[in-house]
């Protein structure tokens, strides 16, 4: 059973800065793509970055440049540094993985950007 558990989040103020973390258990985790999601309040899950097993990334346009995700496969840990925070970045941010063709998801963490 792939077990994804999402660390991290809080408050934050405009221009400052988060470190996410998942840790994920019952996967062959350094074999698996990860990705973050984020569902901001009232609105849809929206996807934000992804790292393929190798360590290529690829980003959501509106965190392009602000955010970084990045892996530790000797830890089974995922990690997204949001930086430059805006207040449209608050949602709720998950861990997500397509392990053995099913979806896998976190509960979240909550990230609240605000003066």
């Known amino acids: 059973q792939v077990r994804l558990v999402e660390s991290g989040g809080g408050l934050a103020q405009p221009g400052g800065s988060l470190r996410l973390s998942c840790a994920a258990s019952?996967?062959?985790?350094?074999?698996?793509?990860m990705t973050w999601y984020r569902q901001p309040p009232g609105e849809q899950r929206e996807w934000v970055a992804t790292i393929s097993s190798s360590g290529t990334t690829t980003y959501a346009d509106a965190v392009k440049g602000r955010f970084t995700i990045s892996r530790d496969n000797a830890r089974n840990a995922l990690y997204l540094q949001l930086n430059s925070l805006k207040p449209e970045d608050t949602a709720v941010y998950y861990c997500?993985?397509?392990?053995?063709?099913?979806?896998?998801w976190g509960r979240g963490t909550q990230v609240t950007v605000s003066s």
């Open positions: 997500n993985t397509n392990y053995r063709s099913l979806e896998w």
């Open positions: 019952g996967m062959a985790f350094k074999y698996a793509p």
